[in-house]
């Protein structure tokens, strides 16, 4: 006899929700509760700049994926109507989100899984008001830089002081030799 059709539908999604999970190196859990599907329309919108997914799952599916990947500790946190934002750039993602949860106050986190740790909401608020990649990026520049601009302006001090010197002595002889 075939297997029913709602088994296999479960089936595919655990296998889908498990590969994205073992995927993606980081993801948040939330709840949505209270939201309609057009806004959780505009948070996968959202989300796709950053290379992150919102999935709204079924708790028993999700908490056998998560059992199976050995994160059974987040279980705690698949309560009512979860939905999981898969991160492809965590910090991006978490601006994305945590923006979304200013302008929908019913839109909650639960927890984190980011570098291969359960993390509660006050990181994902963490990480969202971190600035921009560029912005890191451009800050970590400038201060690798600034030694070397220090070193430079001390060095044209220098010559700027030995040119005043030189300067200084060819006018003292000039005098000497103009008051002869």
Do not use: W
């Not at 509660?120 to 830089?145: D, T």
């Amino acid at each position: 006899m075939d297997e029913k059709y709602g088994i296999k539908v479960k089936k595919l999604m655990f296998d889908d929700l498990k590969g994205k999970l073992e995927s993606f190196s980081s993801f948040v859990l939330t709840s949505y509760k209270g939201l309609s599907s057009l806004d959780i329309e505009d948070l996968r919108k959202g989300l796709n700049g950053s290379s992150s997914k919102f999935f709204v799952v079924k708790n028993s599916i999700a908490k056998r994926a998560l059992d199976e990947l050995k994160l059974d500790d987040m279980n705690e946190f698949l309560n009512g109507e979860v939905g999981i934002g898969f991160c492809g750039d965590t910090v991006a993602a978490c601006k994305t989100l945590a923006e979304f949860a200013k302008k929908h106050s019913v839109f909650k986190f639960n927890c984190a899984y980011i570098d291969g740790k359960v993390e509660g909401p006050n990181r994902i608020k963490q990480l969202a008001s971190l600035p921009q990649r560029e912005v890191l990026l451009a800050m970590a520049l400038c201060r690798m830089k600034s030694p070397i601009t220090g070193f430079v302006g001390i060095l044209k001090g220098l010559m700027r002081s030995l040119v005043y010197a030189i300067s200084e002595i060819k006018r003292k002889k000039s005098e000497n030799e103009g008051g002869k």
